[in-house]
């Protein structure tokens, strides 16, 4: 059975920076993409950054291009979320996905067969 654990949420100010982990178990880790989405109190769980199964293939929502950087250690089964020059509107529950044996990555929710139980970060003005 799959499992994902998130850690690295917490509270941060505007202007700084965090790092969230994504621990996996299972065998096929190295051969699935896997994504971060966050969902913010009331709205919708929503799509922040995905990775391809070798890292070679990242893509990232526009609210968060050129702050958030995706990585992944295969040899680790894990995955990370780089945060810097965080905002406010940065405030939500983040939590990791897994397309388990599907390399190609992705943006819908659809795509995406195991989740995390999320992790949360707050970011004051």
């Known amino acids: 059975q799959v499992q994902l654990v998130e850690s690295g949420g917490g509270l941060v100010q505007a202007g700084g920076s965090l790092r969230l982990s994504c621990a996996a178990s299972?065998?096929?880790?190295?051969?699935?993409?896997m994504g971060w989405f966050r969902q913010a109190p009331g709205k919708e769980r929503m799509f922040v950054a995905t990775?391809?199964?070798?890292?070679?293939?990242?893509d990232y929502a526009d609210s968060v291009k050129g702050r958030f950087t995706i990585s992944r250690d295969n040899a680790k089964n894990t995955v990370y979320l780089q945060m810097n020059s965080l905002k406010p509107e940065d405030t939500a529950v983040y939590y990791c996905?897994?397309?388990?044996?599907?390399?190609?990555?992705?943006?819908?929710?659809?795509?995406?067969?195991?989740w995390g139980q999320g992790t949360q970060v707050t970011v004051s003005p």
């Open positions: 299972g065998r096929t880790f190295s051969s699935s993409a």
């Open positions: 996905a897994a397309r388990w044996g599907r390399p190609v990555v992705g943006r819908t929710q659809d795509e995406y067969a195991y």
């Open positions: 990775i391809s199964s070798r890292g070679v293939t990242t």
